[in-house]
């Protein structure tokens, strides 16, 4: 008699009610992987003891992170290049596996192909050409004083002064 976690085992994934991953997927999600065990989550626990401006200066291991990410091969184009279908199970297990290796660095090469990613978007031609395959992305927050923390869900970063007229709503 077949017991309920065999039947469960062979229809699902180890990821719960989805379908086993595909041949491309498993390959991308396992390349991804490995970078994230050997090469983030040592460089990025580096990048965590140095100060700000160490961490962006010229010879800085984050700029190596950088390259060695480029060396994956995972551009805007590559992802593009994509059927709909097969984008959406890849990127969100790409970015799964470089949170896991680290969030910070997870979020800059994350944000790394947006530039380009949004040019194909907005099918702009001229930022298409001109918008090298990596390049460093980054987000405009220009509401006043919001501070830096793109989602403060505390209300830590706002000013007294902004808390004072929103309490006044």
């Given at each position: 008699?077949t017991?309920?976690?065999?039947?469960?085992?062979?229809?699902?994934?180890?990821?719960?009610?989805?379908?086993?991953?595909?041949?491309?997927?498993?390959?991308?999600?396992?390349?991804?992987?490995?970078?994230?065990?050997n090469?983030?989550?040592?460089?990025?626990?580096?990048?965590?003891?140095?100060?700000?401006?160490?961490a962006?200066a010229?010879?800085?291991?984050?700029?190596?992170?950088?390259?060695q990410?480029?060396?994956?091969?995972i551009?805007?184009?590559v992802?593009?290049s994509m059927s709909?279908?097969?984008?959406?199970?890849?990127?969100?297990?790409?970015?799964?596996?470089?949170?896991?290796g680290?969030?910070?660095?997870?979020?800059?090469?994350?944000t790394?192909l947006v530039?380009l990613r949004?040019?194909?978007?907005f099918?702009?031609k001229?930022?298409?050409?001109?918008?090298?395959?990596?390049?460093i992305?980054?987000w405009?927050?220009?509401?006043?004083?919001?501070?830096?923390?793109?989602?403060?869900?505390?209300?830590?970063?706002?000013?007294?002064?902004?808390?004072?007229?929103?309490n006044?709503?």
């Amino acid at each position: 008699m077949t017991t309920a976690a065999e039947l469960f085992s062979q229809k699902y994934s180890d990821m719960g009610l989805q379908s086993p991953l595909g041949e491309v997927e498993t390959s991308i999600q396992d390349m991804v992987h490995n970078f994230a065990k050997n090469i983030l989550r040592p460089l990025g626990t580096r990048l965590d003891r140095m100060s700000a401006g160490e961490a962006i200066a010229e010879g800085s291991p984050y700029w190596d992170v950088m390259q060695q990410f480029a060396g994956l091969g995972i551009t805007p184009s590559v992802l593009l290049s994509m059927s709909p279908e097969q984008q959406a199970l890849v990127f969100p297990i790409f970015l799964e596996e470089l949170g896991w290796g680290d969030a910070g660095l997870a979020i800059s090469l994350g944000t790394s192909l947006v530039p380009l990613r949004l040019a194909h978007f907005f099918q702009n031609k001229f930022l298409i050409d001109n918008i090298p395959e990596q390049s460093i992305g980054c987000w405009g927050i220009s509401e006043p004083d919001h501070g830096s923390d793109f989602v403060d869900f505390m209300g830590s970063e706002v000013s007294s002064r902004a808390r004072q007229q929103a309490n006044q709503i």
